[in-house]
């Protein structure tokens, strides 16, 4: 279980996280829904420690993740996919995938680690043609698929996805919902994904929460987002540009 | 009103030295923490390899050429120089303590940094905007372990390698127009710049090409990884980088020609 407790970040000055308490069941599908730069990236960062918070507490499994004493163990537990998939660009498609394989406390032989690299692109719907080359020599889809072979790649216990489907075409967009929905239901993943898609949202979560101004505004079953009362999520599933969410003009 | 602007322009001052001391000290501390990371395992072979073949090898076309020029124009400057008071035969000689005490080292310095400071700079800065750093971390991979440490190592071991190239080059440069051009003999030039020549100028080169080697690398790591968002950042990085690799490395080139041969 992940629990975060009154988490406080600010970035010079500007407070983005303002005592934000939250929590995802072991094995469930949390999507984290909210405007941009309303923090949803900055959470996950200091779930994964790649941002400390200000104030507060980040507990994996009862363990404050600040407190963790082998990182690299406690990181093994995470795969994460990127919103820009955020592959090596020096590296061949397998070598991205099996990265975490190839080196570490998970370090297997070169051939085996190619071999579960190959596994994890054909679950993703992709073809040992693509293995040797690079991300570069790929489309945005493809890249988004190679991120998530690489995210399940070491069979993580909790899977983060940025921004899964940003960027892409509405097809792949459901591709994508529909392999994540798929993979975290097959591997009893935890997960947790934050984006504005709302197609996404209905293809991906269990429960869903609502960040704004650094808080959670709406937390509920995903069943329910469309009969919520509250005007700041009402506006946001509906995309309608009058309502309590102040935006630019 | 005279007395508020000094003060005023103190103040600024003031300001302005308080911020490169602490750059200067963030610098430092990314140095000590980079150099530690090579001695310390995990290593990366691969990695090590790749920067040693692209920071030492691939730079080799450039300082060759850079050296060699600056070589064969050493030597038309000491002629005529020489000439004013018939000091032509000094040219071996000058073009020898010139290339490896001074241009050698500093040239080859220069030519890295601009080559390869601002190729590590403006790759870092890109994994950062694109969030591979990030995701390094999430592979429970060590950024500076796996990036910065191969390449200031690398640094460290080839630059020295290239400005003793590079002396060698430009001695040959200036030996082929001093004896095509200059009515030299070529054994008796070759013979005199090897006689000129002490231990202290070649170790103090070598040592020299280390410490440029260094500077070169931190510093395109320091600014990958302190850039900021988008392609600002980055080209902000890149320019950043290779604008304090040439200042340091000619502040250090003074402070050990004075550590070396200050009397």
């Given at each position: 279980m992940i629990t975060l407790e009154a988490v406080h970040k600010s970035f010079d000055g500007k407070?983005?996280?303002?005592g934000l308490t939250l929590q995802a069941a072991r094995g469930e599908s949390l999507v984290i829904i909210g405007g941009s730069g309303t923090g949803k990236s900055v959470t996950l960062k200091c779930i994964l420690g790649l941002i400390a918070p200000d104030a507060g507490r980040i507990l994996v499994d009862g363990q404050d993740v600040r407190s963790a004493r082998d990182r690299d163990a406690f990181l093994a537990r995470f795969g994460m996919l990127f919103q820009g998939a955020a592959l090596f660009d020096s590296l061949p498609v397998w070598q991205n995938v099996a990265f975490r394989l190839l080196r570490g406390t998970l370090k297997r032989p070169k051939e085996e680690a190619r071999e579960i690299a190959l596994r994890k692109l054909r679950r993703v719907?992709?073809?040992?043609?693509?293995?040797?080359?690079?991300?570069?020599?790929?489309?945005g889809g493809m890249q988004k698929r190679v991120g998530l072979a690489r995210a399940i790649a070491a069979d993580p216990e909790i899977i983060f996805f940025d921004e899964p489907t940003t960027g892409l075409d509405p097809i792949m967009a459901g591709v994508i919902n529909d392999l994540i929905r798929e993979i975290v239901r097959e591997m009893g993943a935890t997960a947790v994904t934050i984006t504005h898609d709302m197609s996404s949202v209905r293809a991906i979560a269990d429960r869903v929460a609502m960040l704004h101004d650094g808080q959670i505004r709406w937390c509920g079953p995903v069943s329910e987002i469309d009969s919520a009362a509250d005007p700041y999520l009402r506006q946001f599933v509906s995309g309608s540009a009058t309502g309590p969410i102040e935006t630019l003009r | 009103m005279s007395r508020r602007l000094a003060m005023r322009a103190l103040a600024r001052l003031g300001r302005a030295t308080g911020r490169a001391v602490a750059a200067l000290g963030r610098v430092t501390l990314f140095s000590a923490r980079a150099l530690s990371h090579i001695v310390r395992?995990?290593?990366y072979p691969r990695e090590i390899a790749s920067a040693l073949l692209n920071i030492g090898y691939l730079s080799l076309p450039v300082v060759g050429l850079t050296a060699f020029f600056t070589g064969a124009a050493l030597a038309l400057q000491i002629y005529a120089g020489g000439a004013r008071f018939s000091a032509q035969a000094v040219v071996p000689q000058i073009v020898a303590i010139g290339m490896v005490r001074e241009l050698g080292p500093v040239l080859v310095g220069l030519m890295v940094a601009a080559r390869v400071t601002a190729s590590l700079a403006a790759e870092i800065a890109t994994m950062k905007v694109t969030e591979q750093i990030d995701a390094l971390v999430t592979l429970s991979t060590h950024p500076m372990k796996y990036l910065s440490a191969p390449r200031v190592l690398a640094g460290l071991l080839t630059v020295p390698v290239l400005v003793a190239v590079g002396d060698i080059i430009g001695i040959f440069g200036g030996w082929l127009v001093a004896t095509r051009?200059?009515?030299?003999n070529p054994a008796t030039y070759l013979a005199n710049t090897i006689a000129f020549l002490q231990t202290a100028d070649i170790v103090s080169s070598l040592v020299k090409g280390a410490a440029f080697g260094l500077i070169a690398t931190v510093m395109g790591c320091y600014f990958g990884m302190h850039s900021g968002r988008g392609a600002q950042g980055v080209g902000a990085a890149t320019k950043g980088s290779v604008v304090a690799a040439a200042v340091l490395i000619l502040a250090a080139n003074f402070l050990l020609t004075q550590a070396f041969f200050a009397a």
């Open positions: 407070a983005i996280l303002r719907g992709l073809s040992a043609d693509i293995a040797e080359l690079f991300p570069s020599q790929l489309s | 395992p995990p290593f051009a200059l009515g030299f």
